[in-house]
């Protein structure tokens, strides 16, 4: 196919369907779909194999592929597009995929819109701001766009949104998308932050975010696991989903972010020098740091053979190995939950929780600043903090040795 319809118009994407070896169910079923990559502009195929395989009938599976190919074929409709994150649409404007926008650019609506403003703000703030943070900002204001959007009101004109309006899209990110106060805390700000450049610039004269307030709740981490739990998932993860417990091995001996691992290539991996370089792009403190390979996972890293892949291939990919493909934001936390809720574990585990569980355990052995610098901490005082946070200080003594009434 050379990528053209037959009324001489680019194809963006082949809509997905089922491959199902001719209903042999031997086989791992999948559903599978095309797409234009932007960079390249070469259709690209992707293979979404999910749990289709675990429905031991065709029939079964069938249905099972059904909700896989209606999702997709849904999001790809509302302009997703596999090569950003799942957070990220197709867009002819400064809220849409640049490289996708002049490609495959769509007519602009002529209506001054609340996206028309968010898009000429990011076209002026661009240049003063970090890659990652014009992403969040594209991400943020694409969910108000959506949310207009299932109200009908994106084609209004932006004056026409409201107080009430601003206090509903809030609630429904708190309800619906349940979101932590602090998430929704850095909404408003943003949003503060744009209705004020548009009042400055005469586009509007009240910012309907101003009397909303977020009251502030502690935050709970999620818990570390004990011994018998760690030990039921290594078994269940270990033996079901190897890379999943290869990404859980990278949180529990270096302290990586599950935000940070899957952007993370075989380049940054030093075997010889046993550590691992996190690079300013992708960490969270926006700081290039490098943290140490403990043995045990040294060695268990050196089983693998990684040397054996390209080096510039994601150590977790969609292909359940080292990848061209990273995985999409939430991929590891989905996998992790389906383990979680087979051992009927609270949802304050967390995938997140196995970071926690190995800083709890390694702070009754390692020296303070040597776990300081592992868990890329700017001060001793964060690493007490964080480690009394996660219950790390309790005492041995007085679970033990209390003397009974």
Same mark, same amino acid.
């Given at each position: 196919m050379n990528g053209q319809s037959g009324h001489g118009r680019l194809v963006i994407c082949i809509l997905p369907k089922l491959y199902n070896y001719s209903g042999d169910l031997n086989k791992k079923w999948f559903v599978y779909y095309s797409y234009r990559n932007p960079a390249t502009n070469r259709m690209v195929r992707f293979k979404i194999y999910d749990e289709i395989h675990l429905r031991k009938t065709r029939e079964g599976r069938i249905n099972y592929a059904k909700t896989v190919i209606e999702q997709i074929e849904s999001r790809l409709k509302n302009g997703w597009n596999p090569f950003e994150d799942d957070e990220q649409v197709i867009y002819d404007d400064n809220l849409k995929y640049t490289h996708l926008a002049k490609k495959f650019g769509r007519q602009r609506t002529s209506n001054k819109t609340m996206n028309y403003y968010l898009s000429m703000f990011l076209g002026e703030i661009t240049p003063n701001i970090a890659p990652s943070t014009y992403t969040t900002y594209k991400s943020k204001f694409r969910k108000l766009n959506m949310w207009l959007e299932s109200k009908k009101l994106d084609s209004n004109d932006v004056s026409a949104f409201t107080d009430e309006n601003a206090r509903q899209f809030i609630q429904h990110l708190t309800t619906k998308k349940k979101l932590s106060n602090n998430t929704v805390r850095h909404y408003l700000t943003l949003f503060h932050e744009f209705f004020h450049w548009a009042i400055d610039r005469k586009?509007?004269?009240?910012?309907?975010?101003?009397?909303?307030?977020?009251?502030? /709740?502690?935050? /709970?981490?999620?818990?570390?696991?004990?011994?018998?739990?760690?030990?039921?998932?290594?078994?269940?993860?270990?033996?079901?989903?190897?890379?999943?417990?290869?990404?859980?091995?990278?949180?529990?001996?270096?302290?990586?972010?599950?935000?940070?691992?899957?952007?993370?290539?075989l380049n940054e991996l030093d075997l010889h020098g046993a550590s691992i370089t996190i690079p300013g792009k992708i960490a969270k403190n926006g700081?290039?740091?490098?943290?140490?390979?403990?043995?045990?996972?040294?060695?268990?890293?050196?089983?693998?053979?990684?040397?054996?892949?390209?080096?510039?291939?994601?150590?977790?990919?969609?292909?359940?190995?080292?990848?061209?493909?990273? /995985?999409?934001?939430?991929?590891?936390?989905?996998?992790?939950?389906?383990?979680?809720?087979?051992?009927?574990?609270?949802?304050?585990?967390?995938?997140?929780?196995?970071?926690?569980?190995?800083?709890?355990?390694?702070?009754?052995?390692?020296?303070?600043?040597?776990l300081q610098m592992q868990l890329r901490h700017h001060s001793l005082d964060q690493v007490d903090a964080y480690l009394r946070q996660m219950k790390a200080v309790e005492s041995e003594a007085l679970r033990n040795s209390f003397p009974s009434i």
């Amino acid at each position: 196919m050379n990528g053209q319809s037959g009324h001489g118009r680019l194809v963006i994407c082949i809509l997905p369907k089922l491959y199902n070896y001719s209903g042999d169910l031997n086989k791992k079923w999948f559903v599978y779909y095309s797409y234009r990559n932007p960079a390249t502009n070469r259709m690209v195929r992707f293979k979404i194999y999910d749990e289709i395989h675990l429905r031991k009938t065709r029939e079964g599976r069938i249905n099972y592929a059904k909700t896989v190919i209606e999702q997709i074929e849904s999001r790809l409709k509302n302009g997703w597009n596999p090569f950003e994150d799942d957070e990220q649409v197709i867009y002819d404007d400064n809220l849409k995929y640049t490289h996708l926008a002049k490609k495959f650019g769509r007519q602009r609506t002529s209506n001054k819109t609340m996206n028309y403003y968010l898009s000429m703000f990011l076209g002026e703030i661009t240049p003063n701001i970090a890659p990652s943070t014009y992403t969040t900002y594209k991400s943020k204001f694409r969910k108000l766009n959506m949310w207009l959007e299932s109200k009908k009101l994106d084609s209004n004109d932006v004056s026409a949104f409201t107080d009430e309006n601003a206090r509903q899209f809030i609630q429904h990110l708190t309800t619906k998308k349940k979101l932590s106060n602090n998430t929704v805390r850095h909404y408003l700000t943003l949003f503060h932050e744009f209705f004020h450049w548009a009042i400055d610039r005469k586009y509007l004269k009240v910012n309907p975010f101003e009397k909303i307030k977020i009251t502030r /709740v502690a935050q /709970v981490p999620a818990k570390f696991f004990n011994d018998n739990i760690l030990q039921q998932l290594k078994a269940r993860i270990g033996e079901s989903d190897p890379q999943l417990w290869f990404a859980s091995l990278f949180q529990y001996y270096c302290f990586i972010r599950p935000g940070e691992l899957r952007f993370l290539t075989l380049n940054e991996l030093d075997l010889h020098g046993a550590s691992i370089t996190i690079p300013g792009k992708i960490a969270k403190n926006g700081k290039t740091q490098t943290v140490v390979i403990p043995e045990p996972f040294l060695q268990y890293l050196l089983q693998l053979k990684l040397h054996e892949y390209p080096s510039h291939y994601y150590m977790i990919s969609r292909e359940g190995k080292p990848g061209m493909n990273r /995985v999409s934001r939430n991929f590891l936390y989905n996998h992790f939950t389906k383990f979680r809720m087979e051992l009927n574990l609270p949802k304050d585990y967390k995938f997140y929780s196995f970071k926690h569980t190995g800083a709890v355990k390694a702070s009754k052995f390692i020296p303070v600043k040597d776990l300081q610098m592992q868990l890329r901490h700017h001060s001793l005082d964060q690493v007490d903090a964080y480690l009394r946070q996660m219950k790390a200080v309790e005492s041995e003594a007085l679970r033990n040795s209390f003397p009974s009434i």
